[in-house]
């Protein structure tokens, strides 16, 4: 009985000095539980072993992110002179599962000492962080004082999505772009878009277009010895029409346009010259595609712009309309869409496009297809249904195109494929179908989102909605934003 109570007693002794142990033995693994420690467990635990395992959990892909975190927080926090930090730091930077918020305060530690290899990283990370806070003014400070070339792309892609000219790091964005190229902003901006190793061309115009004055732009181009096709496209153009690319959008249909089908720049320079002369019209790459097929078509009448303004206006106006409903009082999409309130705001292109649209939608063979289309797309929930519209033998004609799949399922608004994409830069306009709904009048006309695509990527449209099981609308845009309701029509 004795030897009994001996040994419960022991087991007790036993099992409360093992709780101590497993108590004391503890590790901190958080900011907050390393500032909570006894000044027994800091005796036990020295910062370098604490920091030692602190960063192998802070670099263990297999722990949560916001373990990794949190022992990161204790790493940069212990101040401990391990040279080998910084280059483990930076891994964590490139690692692509390490997550924004290890990455973040890796990047704080490493700009804190000054690390000089970190522009490959930063840039990265300056699209992901807001535009006024404290972190991506240290980046932008920390680029000025470690200017890197080979990354003057992405640094040019970053300025250019800044929202003003007159922001607080336009400053700072040329300041950069000088330290890297040893030149003036816009000197460096424009020898990049004439440089066969520079991949943001279209970003660097933009800069350059917003920023300096287009007379000046225009003839340092055509004095400047051409490098790459899309320097030699903007000087074909502008030789041509008079016209400079001022988007990314409209250099790459440039340059597209100048490689891939040169001829078509020949042939719409010479009916440009004549809508010049009758209506003042002036030339934009989207419309390269009509000119050069009108031009070449015999049997087309030449139309002044009066007559084909008296003919649109009789059938728009005798013909029923669906107005849009607006998604907001002001937005971009609460528009104007009666042609008479607009028609001198449209170009030559614009009545053309109307009137061939017009026409084309009048067919019984279209109207047939499109009640086909309407039934297709209403039974795949996938993806909305669209194409492109070209001048084929002397007339517009339709062409569906497969929807993509990369944006994942939206079964509103066309997302246009990598084919119709291409295709595009050599087309009248591309089509929407709103047929989701049989009856989707409070859709008709373009949305938001597919007006600020057409002023993005520089090109036409049109909307077709169905009305009722019988009826569709349809609504053609432009770049510009400018919407014109072009009446209701039979499914046949």
């Known amino acids: 009985m004795r030897s009994t109570r001996i040994l419960l007693g022991g087991l007790v002794a036993v099992g409360v000095f093992a709780g101590c142990v497993v108590q004391q033995a503890k590790m901190p693994t958080s900011q907050i539980e390393y500032d909570r420690m006894a000044r027994a467990d800091r005796e036990r635990f020295p910062p370098r072993t604490i920091f030692d395992y602190n960063l192998q959990r802070a670099l263990n892909k297999d722990l949560p992110p916001s373990k990794r975190v949190n022992s990161l927080r204790v790493v940069t926090a212990l101040k401990i002179d391990a040279p080998e930090l ?214 087309r009448p030449s139309w002044r712009p009066s007559q084909l303004i008296g003919h649109l206006t009789r059938i728009f106006g005798a013909s029923p309309h669906v107005r849009h409903t607006p998604s907001a009082r002001g937005a971009v999409d609460d528009y104007t869409e009666d042609f008479a309130q607009q028609v001198d705001a449209l170009t030559m292109s614009d009545l053309w496009n109307l009137y061939l649209l017009r026409e084309m939608l009048g067919r019984q063979r279209v109207q047939m297809a499109l009640r086909i289309t309407a039934q297709r797309d209403r039974s795949d929930d996938s993806g909305a249904w669209g194409g492109l519209i070209f001048y084929q033998n002397g007339r517009a004609e339709a062409i569906l195109y497969p929807y993509s799949a990369r944006g994942g399922q939206n079964d509103l608004i066309y997302s246009p494929g990598r084919r119709a994409v291409i295709d595009g830069r050599d087309a009248m306009c591309r089509f929407n179908c709103h047929f989701e709904k049989t009856d989707n009048t409070r859709r008709a006309g373009p949305g938001p989102e597919e007006i600020r695509d057409a002023m993005l990527r520089n090109y036409y449209g049109l909307i077709i909605t169905s009305v009722n099981e019988h009826v569709f609308c349809a609504h053609y845009y432009n770049a510009d934003g400018l919407v014109v309701s072009m009446g209701t029509f039979r499914f046949r």
């Open 86 to 299: 910084e280059y483990q730091l930076a891994l964590v930077l490139g690692d692509p599962t390490a997550g924004a918020e290890l990455q973040k305060v890796a990047l704080e530690f490493l700009l804190g000492r000054d690390h000089p290899g970190l522009a490959e990283y930063v840039v990265k990370l300056l699209p992901r962080l807001k535009a006024h806070s404290s972190l991506r003014d240290r980046i932008l400070d920390w680029l000025i004082k470690h200017p890197q070339p080979q990354v003057l792309a992405e640094v040019v892609k970053l300025w250019a999505a800044e929202p003003s000219v007159t922001g607080p790091n336009e400053p700072r964005f040329r300041r950069i772009v000088e330290t890297m190229t040893n030149k003036y902003w816009d000197d460096a901006l424009l020898d990049s878009i004439n440089s066969p190793v520079f991949f943001a061309r279209g970003s660097a115009l933009e800069l350059l277009a917003s920023r300096a004055p287009l007379s000046l732009i225009r003839l340092r181009i055509s004095r400047t010895e051409a490098r790459t096709d899309a320097f030699k496209a903007m000087q074909d153009v502008l030789g041509r029409f008079d016209y400079l690319p001022t988007t990314a959008a409209e250099l790459l249909q440039t340059a597209w346009v100048y490689t891939q089908r040169p001829g078509l720049l020949s042939d719409a320079g010479r009916l440009a010259r004549g809508w010049e002369d009758a209506s003042g019209y002036r030339f934009n790459i989207r419309d390269t595609h009509i000119l050069s097929r009108l031009a070449k078509d015999p049997l």
